[in-house]
Every structure is written in structure tokens, then in C-alpha cells.
């Protein structure tokens, strides 16, 4: 039979989609799922917090609730508490009505929304990622029409930050490029700038005008506090100058399936917000005309309520603190094990993930002999284990290293 689309040639797989599908089909009892950056319980099982359980409970009570069409930019009240709850109490540019909210699908469709908007309106299309950064940053960019490059983020030789090479790479870029800076935790190499670092980067980003935008998909998961997890953009914010943010309650709320996140646009002035809220929303009309309301209406919820939100707030450090303890777990492991090699980056790396050294060869072997999953580059999403599958890890990590340097 003939087919008008039998010319659609098959897309490459995505990187980390791909090994979680792999890991899904495989038959083994013992699999274990380190690929996506998602929070297991103890159990190894996916965890849905107490106060999104109580959330959803109350908003099933409430019969004035239903299920009408959201405005375009989505509910009014998530857009002013996730403003608030990146930008802080008291932000200046709020009150001086320069920043602009949507709510939209997660932090990918912040971004995406965001990166459709820039290319549209900014003079300037490239666009600077992280070396290396989370795999669908480029694509998002890319299917946008923009023009990723790369700046240097990562020194594999001290497993640190290439903060050299950063500041050289920003330096060089075209005046008014866009950057993307990960606000917090950043994936897959959980290194972080110091907050000095950041003041130099905040310094060479505004020198240059480049617009900076951050990825904030973390925020609570490096330090465990809201707060200060925020204060890299907050640093950028003070200045009194541009930038954008893409918001993901995906994983500090657990709410991955639900879709739900914002795009915050600072402004130089309540002028300049007004005009550029116009033109996003013609994006997100055209997009999806408006976002859903359920995961909104959790979010909204838990924020608005001051024991909710404290509720939170001790859940989310109650994940972060298992994240650590699997860290050392981890490490002290290896460590009895005598696993050749310095393994002090487990512990010092910050965050969902660890980056861990091992390269795709060696990644392959733990699939195929160990039936432990994990993304190409290495990369193992800490939040998926537990106390008592970290010990097959370290066994089949030691066995890996031992047979292929
Ligand atoms: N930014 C970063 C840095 C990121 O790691 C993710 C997801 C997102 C944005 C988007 O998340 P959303 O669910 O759209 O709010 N990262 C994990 C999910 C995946 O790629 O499958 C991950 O890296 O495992």
C-alpha cells in the first residue's frame, strides 16, 4: 500500500527515555532504575507527597471547584506564589509590576514557551547551554529556531567546575546571546558555582548583555531550602536588570506527571512587562491555548496555606536528606570495597544526581550484567536509591571498573 508519510524517516531515540525503556522491558526481579530524575522512596517505590495527597483531598471536598478554562497565563494566584516563590517576599521588580508570570506545562514547556517567544521577538538567536547540560535543553531550543552552542561548564579532569573556561566562553559570546544558567542542582554534573562564582558570572553576563535564562527545575533539591536555593537568580534580579525563568514543580513537589511549572519574565520596567506579556500569550494561545488546571490547583493550594507550604517544605528536606544519606551509602560502599579510584565526588556532587565517572562501555555492562540502568554519560539519579540497593550497586560498579578501565 502506497503511503503519502512512508518518506518520515525515524527520529533518534531520546537519550534518557531510551536506557528508562530499556530498564522497563527488562524481565529481571532485580532491575534497578537510575535513568530518569525522579524520587524513589526507600521502597524503591514512586513517592507521592503527604501534602499533595491532602491537597488533591481538599480540592475533591470543594464542590465551587470545577473545571472550566483557565485564563491563558493560567491561574492567577500560581503565577503571583511561584513569582514569590522564586524571586523571595519582598522582590523589588514585583512590586514595581516588571515581572510577568505564566503558568505552563512544567519547566520543559517554560522553556519551550520562553524560547518561542525570544525567537520571535529577540534580536539576538543564539542561544548558550552548558557543556554538559539535561539532554532536551538543545532540542527545546532548536525546534524553537534558535541556535544552540555550547559554553564550557564541566572539567572531567577535576570532576569540578571549568570555571575558567566558563568566563572565557561567556566573554567570547555575542553581545545580547542568551544564556542558560541552571539555577540550582545542576543536571547531570550536580556542580554548582559558589555564590562568588555566580557574582562573577552575574558580572560578565551583564557587561556583555547577554539575557540570562535560567533553568530552575530544582529549586529545594541542592541545599534543602527554598530560599537559598533561589539566590543565584535572586543575584541577577537585584541588579535590577532582565532575565527569564522556567519554573518545574515536576520534582520538588513530585508532581512529574502533572505538568505543571511557570515562566517568569523579568522586566526592565512595568511598560516593558505589559508589551511582552502580550506577545507570550499570542505563543501560548497558538501552543495549547491554555494550560491544565489540576496540577495548578494542587500547587496553588499547598503555597497559599502557610501549614501546607511548612508541611512541604519539611517533606522536600526530608527527600533531600535521604538523597544525602545515599550519597555516603554510597560512597563508604565503594570505599570497603576498594574500588579503584577517588569516588569523593559522590559526596560532593549536589543535588538529584550523580555524574559518576564511569563511561558508556562500562554503563553498557551494568545494563547488560547487573541489570542497573543508568543514562550514557554515567549519570545515576541518586533519588532512586535506597539502603538496600546500594550495595548491588556498589558491587557491580566495583565489578565494572575492575574489568574495563
Ligand atoms: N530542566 C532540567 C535541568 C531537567 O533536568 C528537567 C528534567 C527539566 C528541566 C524538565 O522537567 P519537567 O518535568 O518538564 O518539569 N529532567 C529529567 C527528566 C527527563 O529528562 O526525562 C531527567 O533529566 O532525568
Not at 537510575?34 to 488533591?56: C, N
Not at 470545577?66 to 521588580?93: H, T
Request: charged share 20%; with cysteine.
Amino acid at each position: 500500500m502506497n503511503s503519502i508519510l512512508s518518506s518520515v524517516l525515524p527520529a533518534p531515540e531520546d537519550p534518557i527515555l531510551s536506557v528508562y525503556y530499556a530498564c522497563r522491558d527488562d524481565p529481571s526481579p532485580v532491575k534497578l532504575n537510575l535513568t530518569a530524575g525522579t524520587y524513589q522512596s526507600e521502597e524503591g517505590k514512586p513517592h507521592v507527597l503527604e501534602v499533595v495527597r491532602r491537597a488533591e483531598q481538599q480540592l475533591a471536598n470543594d464542590l465551587s471547584w470545577n473545571k472550566e478554562y483557565l485564563p491563558l497565563n493560567g491561574l492567577a494566584d500560581f503565577n503571583k506564589l511561584s513569582a514569590k516563590l522564586i524571586l523571595g517576599d519582598d522582590s523589588l521588580a514585583v512590586k514595581e509590576n516588571r515581572v510577568v508570570t505564566f503558568q505552563c506545562l512544567s519547566g520543559t514547556g517554560s522553556l519551550r514557551v520562553g524560547a518561542e517567544f525570544l525567537a520571535q521577538h529577540h534580536q539576538q538567536r543564539v542561544i548558550f547551554v552548558p557543556n554538559p547540560t539535561w539532554g532536551n535543553h538543545p532540542n527545546i531550543f532548536n525546534m524553537a529556531g534558535l541556535s544552540v552552542e555550547h559554553y564550557r561548564y564541566y572539567d572531567p579532569e577535576t570532576r569540578g567546575l571549568d570555571f575558567k573556561g566558563l568566563l572565557e566562553d561567556l566573554g567570547a559570546a555575542p553581545s545580547g546571546a542568551i544564556v542558560v544558567l541552571q539555577a540550582c542542582a545542576h543536571n547531570p554534573t550536580g556542580v554548582d558555582p559558589t555564590f562568588e562564582q555566580w557574582e562573577k558570572i552575574r558580572k560578565i553576563v551583564r557587561s556583555k548583555s547577554l539575557l540570562p535564562f535560567f533553568d530552575n527545575a530544582y529549586q529545594g533539591f541542592a541545599s534543602g531550602d527554598i530560599d537559598s536555593d533561589a539566590q543565584a537568580v535572586r543575584m541577577f534580579v537585584a541588579d535590577g536588570d532582565e532575565c527569564l525563568i522556567a519554573l518545574s514543580y515536576g520534582k520538588n513537589m513530585g508532581l512529574y506527571g502533572e505538568r505543571v511549572g511557570s515562566l517568569t519574565i523579568v522586566c526592565k520596567s512595568e511598560d516593558v512587562a505589559k508589551k511582552v506579556e502580550s506577545q507570550v500569550l499570542l505563543v501560548v494561545r497558538a501552543m495549547y491555548l491554555t494550560p491544565p488546571i489540576h496540577g495548578a490547583a494542587i500547587v496553588t493550594t499547598i503555597l497559599k496555606n502557610s501549614d501546607m507550604y511548612k508541611d512541604w517544605t519539611i517533606e522536600l528536606k526530608g527527600m533531600v536528606d535521604r538523597i544525602l544519606s545515599m550519597r555516603q551509602e554510597l560512597y563508604e560502599a565503594l570505599q570497603a570495597r576498594g574500588t579503584p579510584g577517588d569516588w569523593s565526588h559522590i559526596i560532593k556532587q549536589i543535588g538529584m544526581f550523580s555524574f559518576t565517572g564511569l563511561n558508556e562501555k562500562q554503563v553498557r555492562l551494568m545494563a547488560k550484567e547487573h541489570h542497573i540502568y543508568m543514562t550514557y554519560d554515567g549519570r545515576i539519579s541518586i533519588g532512586g536509591l535506597s539502603s538496600k540497593t546500594v550495595p548491588r550497586l556498589a558491587d557491580a560498579i566495583h565489578a565494572v571498573v575492575t574489568r574495563i578501565a
